[in-house]
């Protein structure tokens, strides 16, 4: 029973982290990118919001509660990133990085829920024909949760290195690096259009 659970924690892991399948990793990280370890509340926050509604997600597509069209999620995802990314340049402008936490918050929700009905296809695949689905479902779930918490405590890192060891200003770091992550996601957007 623990070996199944651990294989699907790795499962989850490693689908996350997978740098071949990437789009994840960059809405993180443009999720992250305006806050430091200062607003360590706010990460907390908005990561808590993202994991609960994600775990939502799966959950009602897994029980086949809801089900929606594979093209409009694989399309929604780098939409995701991409009004993050314009966000955060907007978000930069402010001095105060404790000021609008409102929308955020409710675009996390949000997010959270298109990208957990993005994973659970994968899911679904994975445990096709299995009886028991919730020990399963709570393994990779917790395997993705772990990963997020990863890559939010590296953009954070790379943060706290970026601005105070090399003395770039916050508005800087936050501005490039939602440009780079907004031509990273440019080719997604193109290739996943459903119409």
């Given at each position: 029973m623990i070996q199944e659970f651990w294989f699907y924690v790795q499962l989850g892991l490693q689908h996350v982290?997978?740098?071949?399948?990437?789009?994840?990793?960059?809405?993180?990280?443009?999720?992250?990118?305006?806050?430091?370890?200062?607003?360590?509340?706010?990460?907390?926050?908005?990561?808590?919001?993202?994991?609960?509604?994600?775990?939502?997600?799966?959950?009602?597509?897994?029980?086949?509660?809801?089900?929606?069209?594979?093209?409009?999620?694989?399309?929604?995802?780098?939409?995701?990133?991409?009004?993050?990314?314009?966000?955060?340049?907007?978000?930069?402008?402010?001095?105060?990085?404790?000021?609008?936490?409102?929308?955020?918050?409710?675009?996390?929700?949000?997010?959270?829920?298109?990208?957990?009905f993005g994973f659970s296809n994968y899911f679904k695949m994975m445990i096709m024909g299995e009886e028991d689905k919730f020990g399963p479902l709570f393994g990779f779930a917790s395997g993705i949760e772990i990963s997020q918490v990863i890559i939010v405590l590296l953009v954070l890192a790379l943060a706290f290195v970026v601005q105070s060891i090399f003395n770039i200003k916050q508005r800087l770091f936050v501005l490039v690096g939602s440009i780079f992550i907004m031509l990273v996601t440019l080719p997604l957007l193109y290739q996943t259009i459903p119409f």
């Open positions: 982290l997978d740098i071949n399948a990437y789009d994840h990793i960059l809405f993180l990280t443009a999720l992250a990118l305006p806050f430091t370890f200062n607003s360590w509340k706010n990460v907390v926050l908005l990561v808590t919001i993202f994991t609960l509604t994600h775990c939502l997600a799966l959950v009602l597509s897994v029980y086949e509660l809801i089900s929606i069209d594979v093209s409009w999620i694989e399309f929604l995802i780098p939409v995701t990133i991409f009004l993050t990314a314009i966000f955060n340049m907007v978000y930069s402008q402010e001095q105060n990085e404790n000021n609008q936490i409102l929308f955020p918050v409710f675009a996390t929700g949000f997010f959270g829920l298109i990208h957990g």
